[in-house]
C-alpha cells in the first residue's frame, strides 16, 4: 500500500528547466519527510533534497542548492522537485524515498522507494 511514483522527467537542454512529482499514497506527507535522490550512470548515488514531514523544512545538496527548489502540496500528497538551470551533470535517474534526513548522505531510514525517472540534459 505504501507507494511512491515519480514522473516529470525528460530530455531537456543545458540551462532548461523541468519539474518532477513524486506521488505518495499509503501515508501523508505530514509523517514521512520526502527526498529526492539521483544517481547518474556510472556514479554512486546522491541526495539530492529533503523536505521534511514534520514542519516543511528543505535540505539540498550543495550540488543543486540555488537551482532547485523542493516543494509539497499536501492534499494531493504530491512532493515536487523543481530544477532550474539543468546542467549536463544533473542527468540522472531520479528517485523519491521516504523517510528522509536533512542529512541528505544518511539513507539507512530509506525504506520506501520510487521506480525513478530519467532526466537527460542535453544539447
Known amino acids: 500500500q505504501v507507494q511512491l511514483v515519480e514522473s516529470g522527467g525528460g530530455l531537456v537542454e543545458p540551462g532548461g528547466s523541468l519539474r518532477l512529482s513524486c506521488a505518495a499514497s499509503?501515508?501523508?506527507?505530514?509523517?514521512?519527510?520526502i527526498g529526492w535522490f539521483r544517481q547518474a550512470p556510472g556514479k554512486e548515488r546522491e541526495g539530492v533534497s529533503c523536505i521534511s514531514s514534520s514542519d516543511g523544512s528543505v535540505y539540498y545538496a550543495g550540488s543543486v542548492k540555488g537551482r532547485f527548489t523542493i516543494s509539497r502540496d499536501n492534499v494531493r500528497n504530491t512532493v515536487y522537485l523543481q530544477m532550474n538551470n539543468l546542467e549536463p551533470e544533473d542527468t540522472a535517474v531520479y528517485y523519491c524515498?521516504?523517510?528522509?534526513?536533512?542529512?541528505?548522505?544518511?539513507?539507512?531510514?530509506?525504506?520506501?522507494w520510487g521506480q525513478g525517472t530519467l532526466v537527460t540534459v542535453s544539447s
Open positions: 499509503g501515508f501523508t506527507l505530514d509523517h514521512y519527510g
Open positions: 524515498a521516504a523517510p528522509c534526513s536533512r542529512d541528505l548522505a544518511e539513507t539507512r531510514y530509506l525504506e520506501v
